[in-house]
């Protein structure tokens, strides 16, 4: 099983702000990594998948970077629906892991 | 527009059986792969089975192994989960996914169903 630190687990930021999510892997896994958004109440959405490919009709200021062992979430200009909890999750070796969530949250 | 919508969620004692199922529609079902993913009560995600087109091949977590049978009606649109011997700890929302990319495996899912509770109790 392949184990994930996502850090960190509680993020406070302002609607304007760039903020890093991080997630990092106990071995290498190329860039089979996808990240999801999860509003309370509702349905995780994914936002990337391919460590850094944007799903169709997510905006242009969610970004992915990284690969092997070290992965970031990039979100370039905090909007008012960006609060959210996100997951990274791995789907390079069996069973798909996720991270334990980043819990963003208004300043 | 792509929908997936879960039932059979309820409240059972330990050692008890359940039956969840998946209602799909605004897609090609069988050229999708399937899972069920968890999420304990202000918890994280937790994958639990996944099944791939035909039914031909299926994965479980060790969590769940020996208890639970993940299987899918292409003819009804539907993905189905049977959950055996149920513990307090399988106390979850249990979310439907599909695989992003029709006709293969991925291992990652879009979109999901809003879930349905199970919650295993004495």
């Known amino acids: 099983v392949i184990w994930m630190t996502q850090s960190p687990s509680l993020l406070s930021a302002s609607t304007g702000d760039r903020v890093i999510i991080s997630c990092r892997m106990s071995q290498g896994i190329s860039s089979y990594l996808a990240w999801y958004q999860q509003k309370p109440g509702k349905a995780p959405e994914l936002l990337i998948y391919?460590?850094?490919t944007l799903q169709s009709g997510v905006p242009s200021r969610f970004s992915g970077s990284g690969s092997g062992t070290d992965f970031t979430l990039t979100i370039s200009c905090l909007q008012s629906e960006d609060f959210a909890t996100y997951y990274c999750?791995?789907?390079?070796?069996?069973?798909?892991?996720f991270g334990q969530g980043t819990k963003l949250e208004i300043k | 527009e792509v929908q997936l919508v879960e039932s059979g969620g309820g409240v059972v004692r330990p050692g008890g059986s359940l039956r969840l199922s998946c209602a799909a529609s605004g897609f090609t079902f069988d050229d999708y792969g399937m899972s069920w993913v968890r999420q304990a009560p202000g918890k994280g995600l937790e994958w639990v089975s996944g099944?791939?087109?035909?039914?031909?091949?299926?994965g479980y977590a060790d969590s769940v192994k020996g208890r639970f049978t993940i299987s899918r009606d292409n003819a009804k649109n539907s993905l189905y989960l049977q959950m055996n011997s149920l513990r307090a700890e399988d106390t979850a929302l249990y979310h439907c996914?599909?695989?992003?990319?029709?006709?293969?495996?991925?291992?990652?899912?879009?979109?999901w169903g809003q879930g349905t509770l199970v919650t295993v109790s004495s």
């Open positions: 391919a460590a850094s």
């Open positions: 996914a599909r695989e992003g990319k029709a006709t293969v495996t991925t291992w990652w899912f879009d979109p």
């Open positions: 999750q791995q789907y390079y070796s069996f069973p798909p892991t």
């Open positions: 099944i791939n087109w035909n039914g031909g091949s299926t």
